[in-house]
């Protein structure tokens, strides 16, 4: 099994991101009701929640990505001898802000769809036009800081490759 494999099987129990399936994206039968499945289906209606259910997904299957950086790489480097404080901010930066900012809005996606009638997701840009109102910049200058050293960092880990040690534990 691959590493994130593993990371997905040991803590599912307290994450349900992990669970994402980057491949494979949720049947709309799993949030609305047959009944009113049929009635949308061929209508613009069906497309719209369609890419809906894609946006809530995406942000599941991103934040899998963060939480498994997480998991696999900076919490072993954090218990790692050859690592020093600085090193680690340089690689993985404000890699928490980036989750909690992406769980918010997730979980506003989800809470939206989950208080809609029938969980039929309506007035979708009211909420996205508040995230870009209230986080728009905090967005920006997390994702400009997180990338800001990355040429910094994939030399430092290069360098830190050269270590046995350090090879051993990004097996």
Known sequence: ASPSELVTQQTTEDDSDLEADAN????????IPNDILQVLYQTREWKFQTTINELIHTQR?????????VKCFREPMENFHGMSPVELDCIFRNLDQLI????????ALL?????????????????????????????????????????????????KEQSPDFAQLMR
């Not at 967005?139 to 994939?154: T, V």
Request: overall charge positive.
């Open 111 to 159: 809470q939206h769809r989950e208080e809609a009638k029938d969980h039929v997701v309506r007035n979708i840009g009211d909420l996205i036009l508040k995230f870009v109102r209230d986080f728009r910049d905090e967005f920006a200058h997390a994702c400009a800081y997180f990338i800001e050293d990355q040429a910094q960092a994939l030399k430092l880990i290069k360098k």
């Open 24 to 31: 494979t994206l949720p049947n709309l039968n799993e949030f």
């Open 61 to 69: 299957t991103h934040l899998k990505s963060l939480k498994i950086m």
């Open 100 to 107: 909690n900012l992406h769980t918010d809005f997730k979980n």
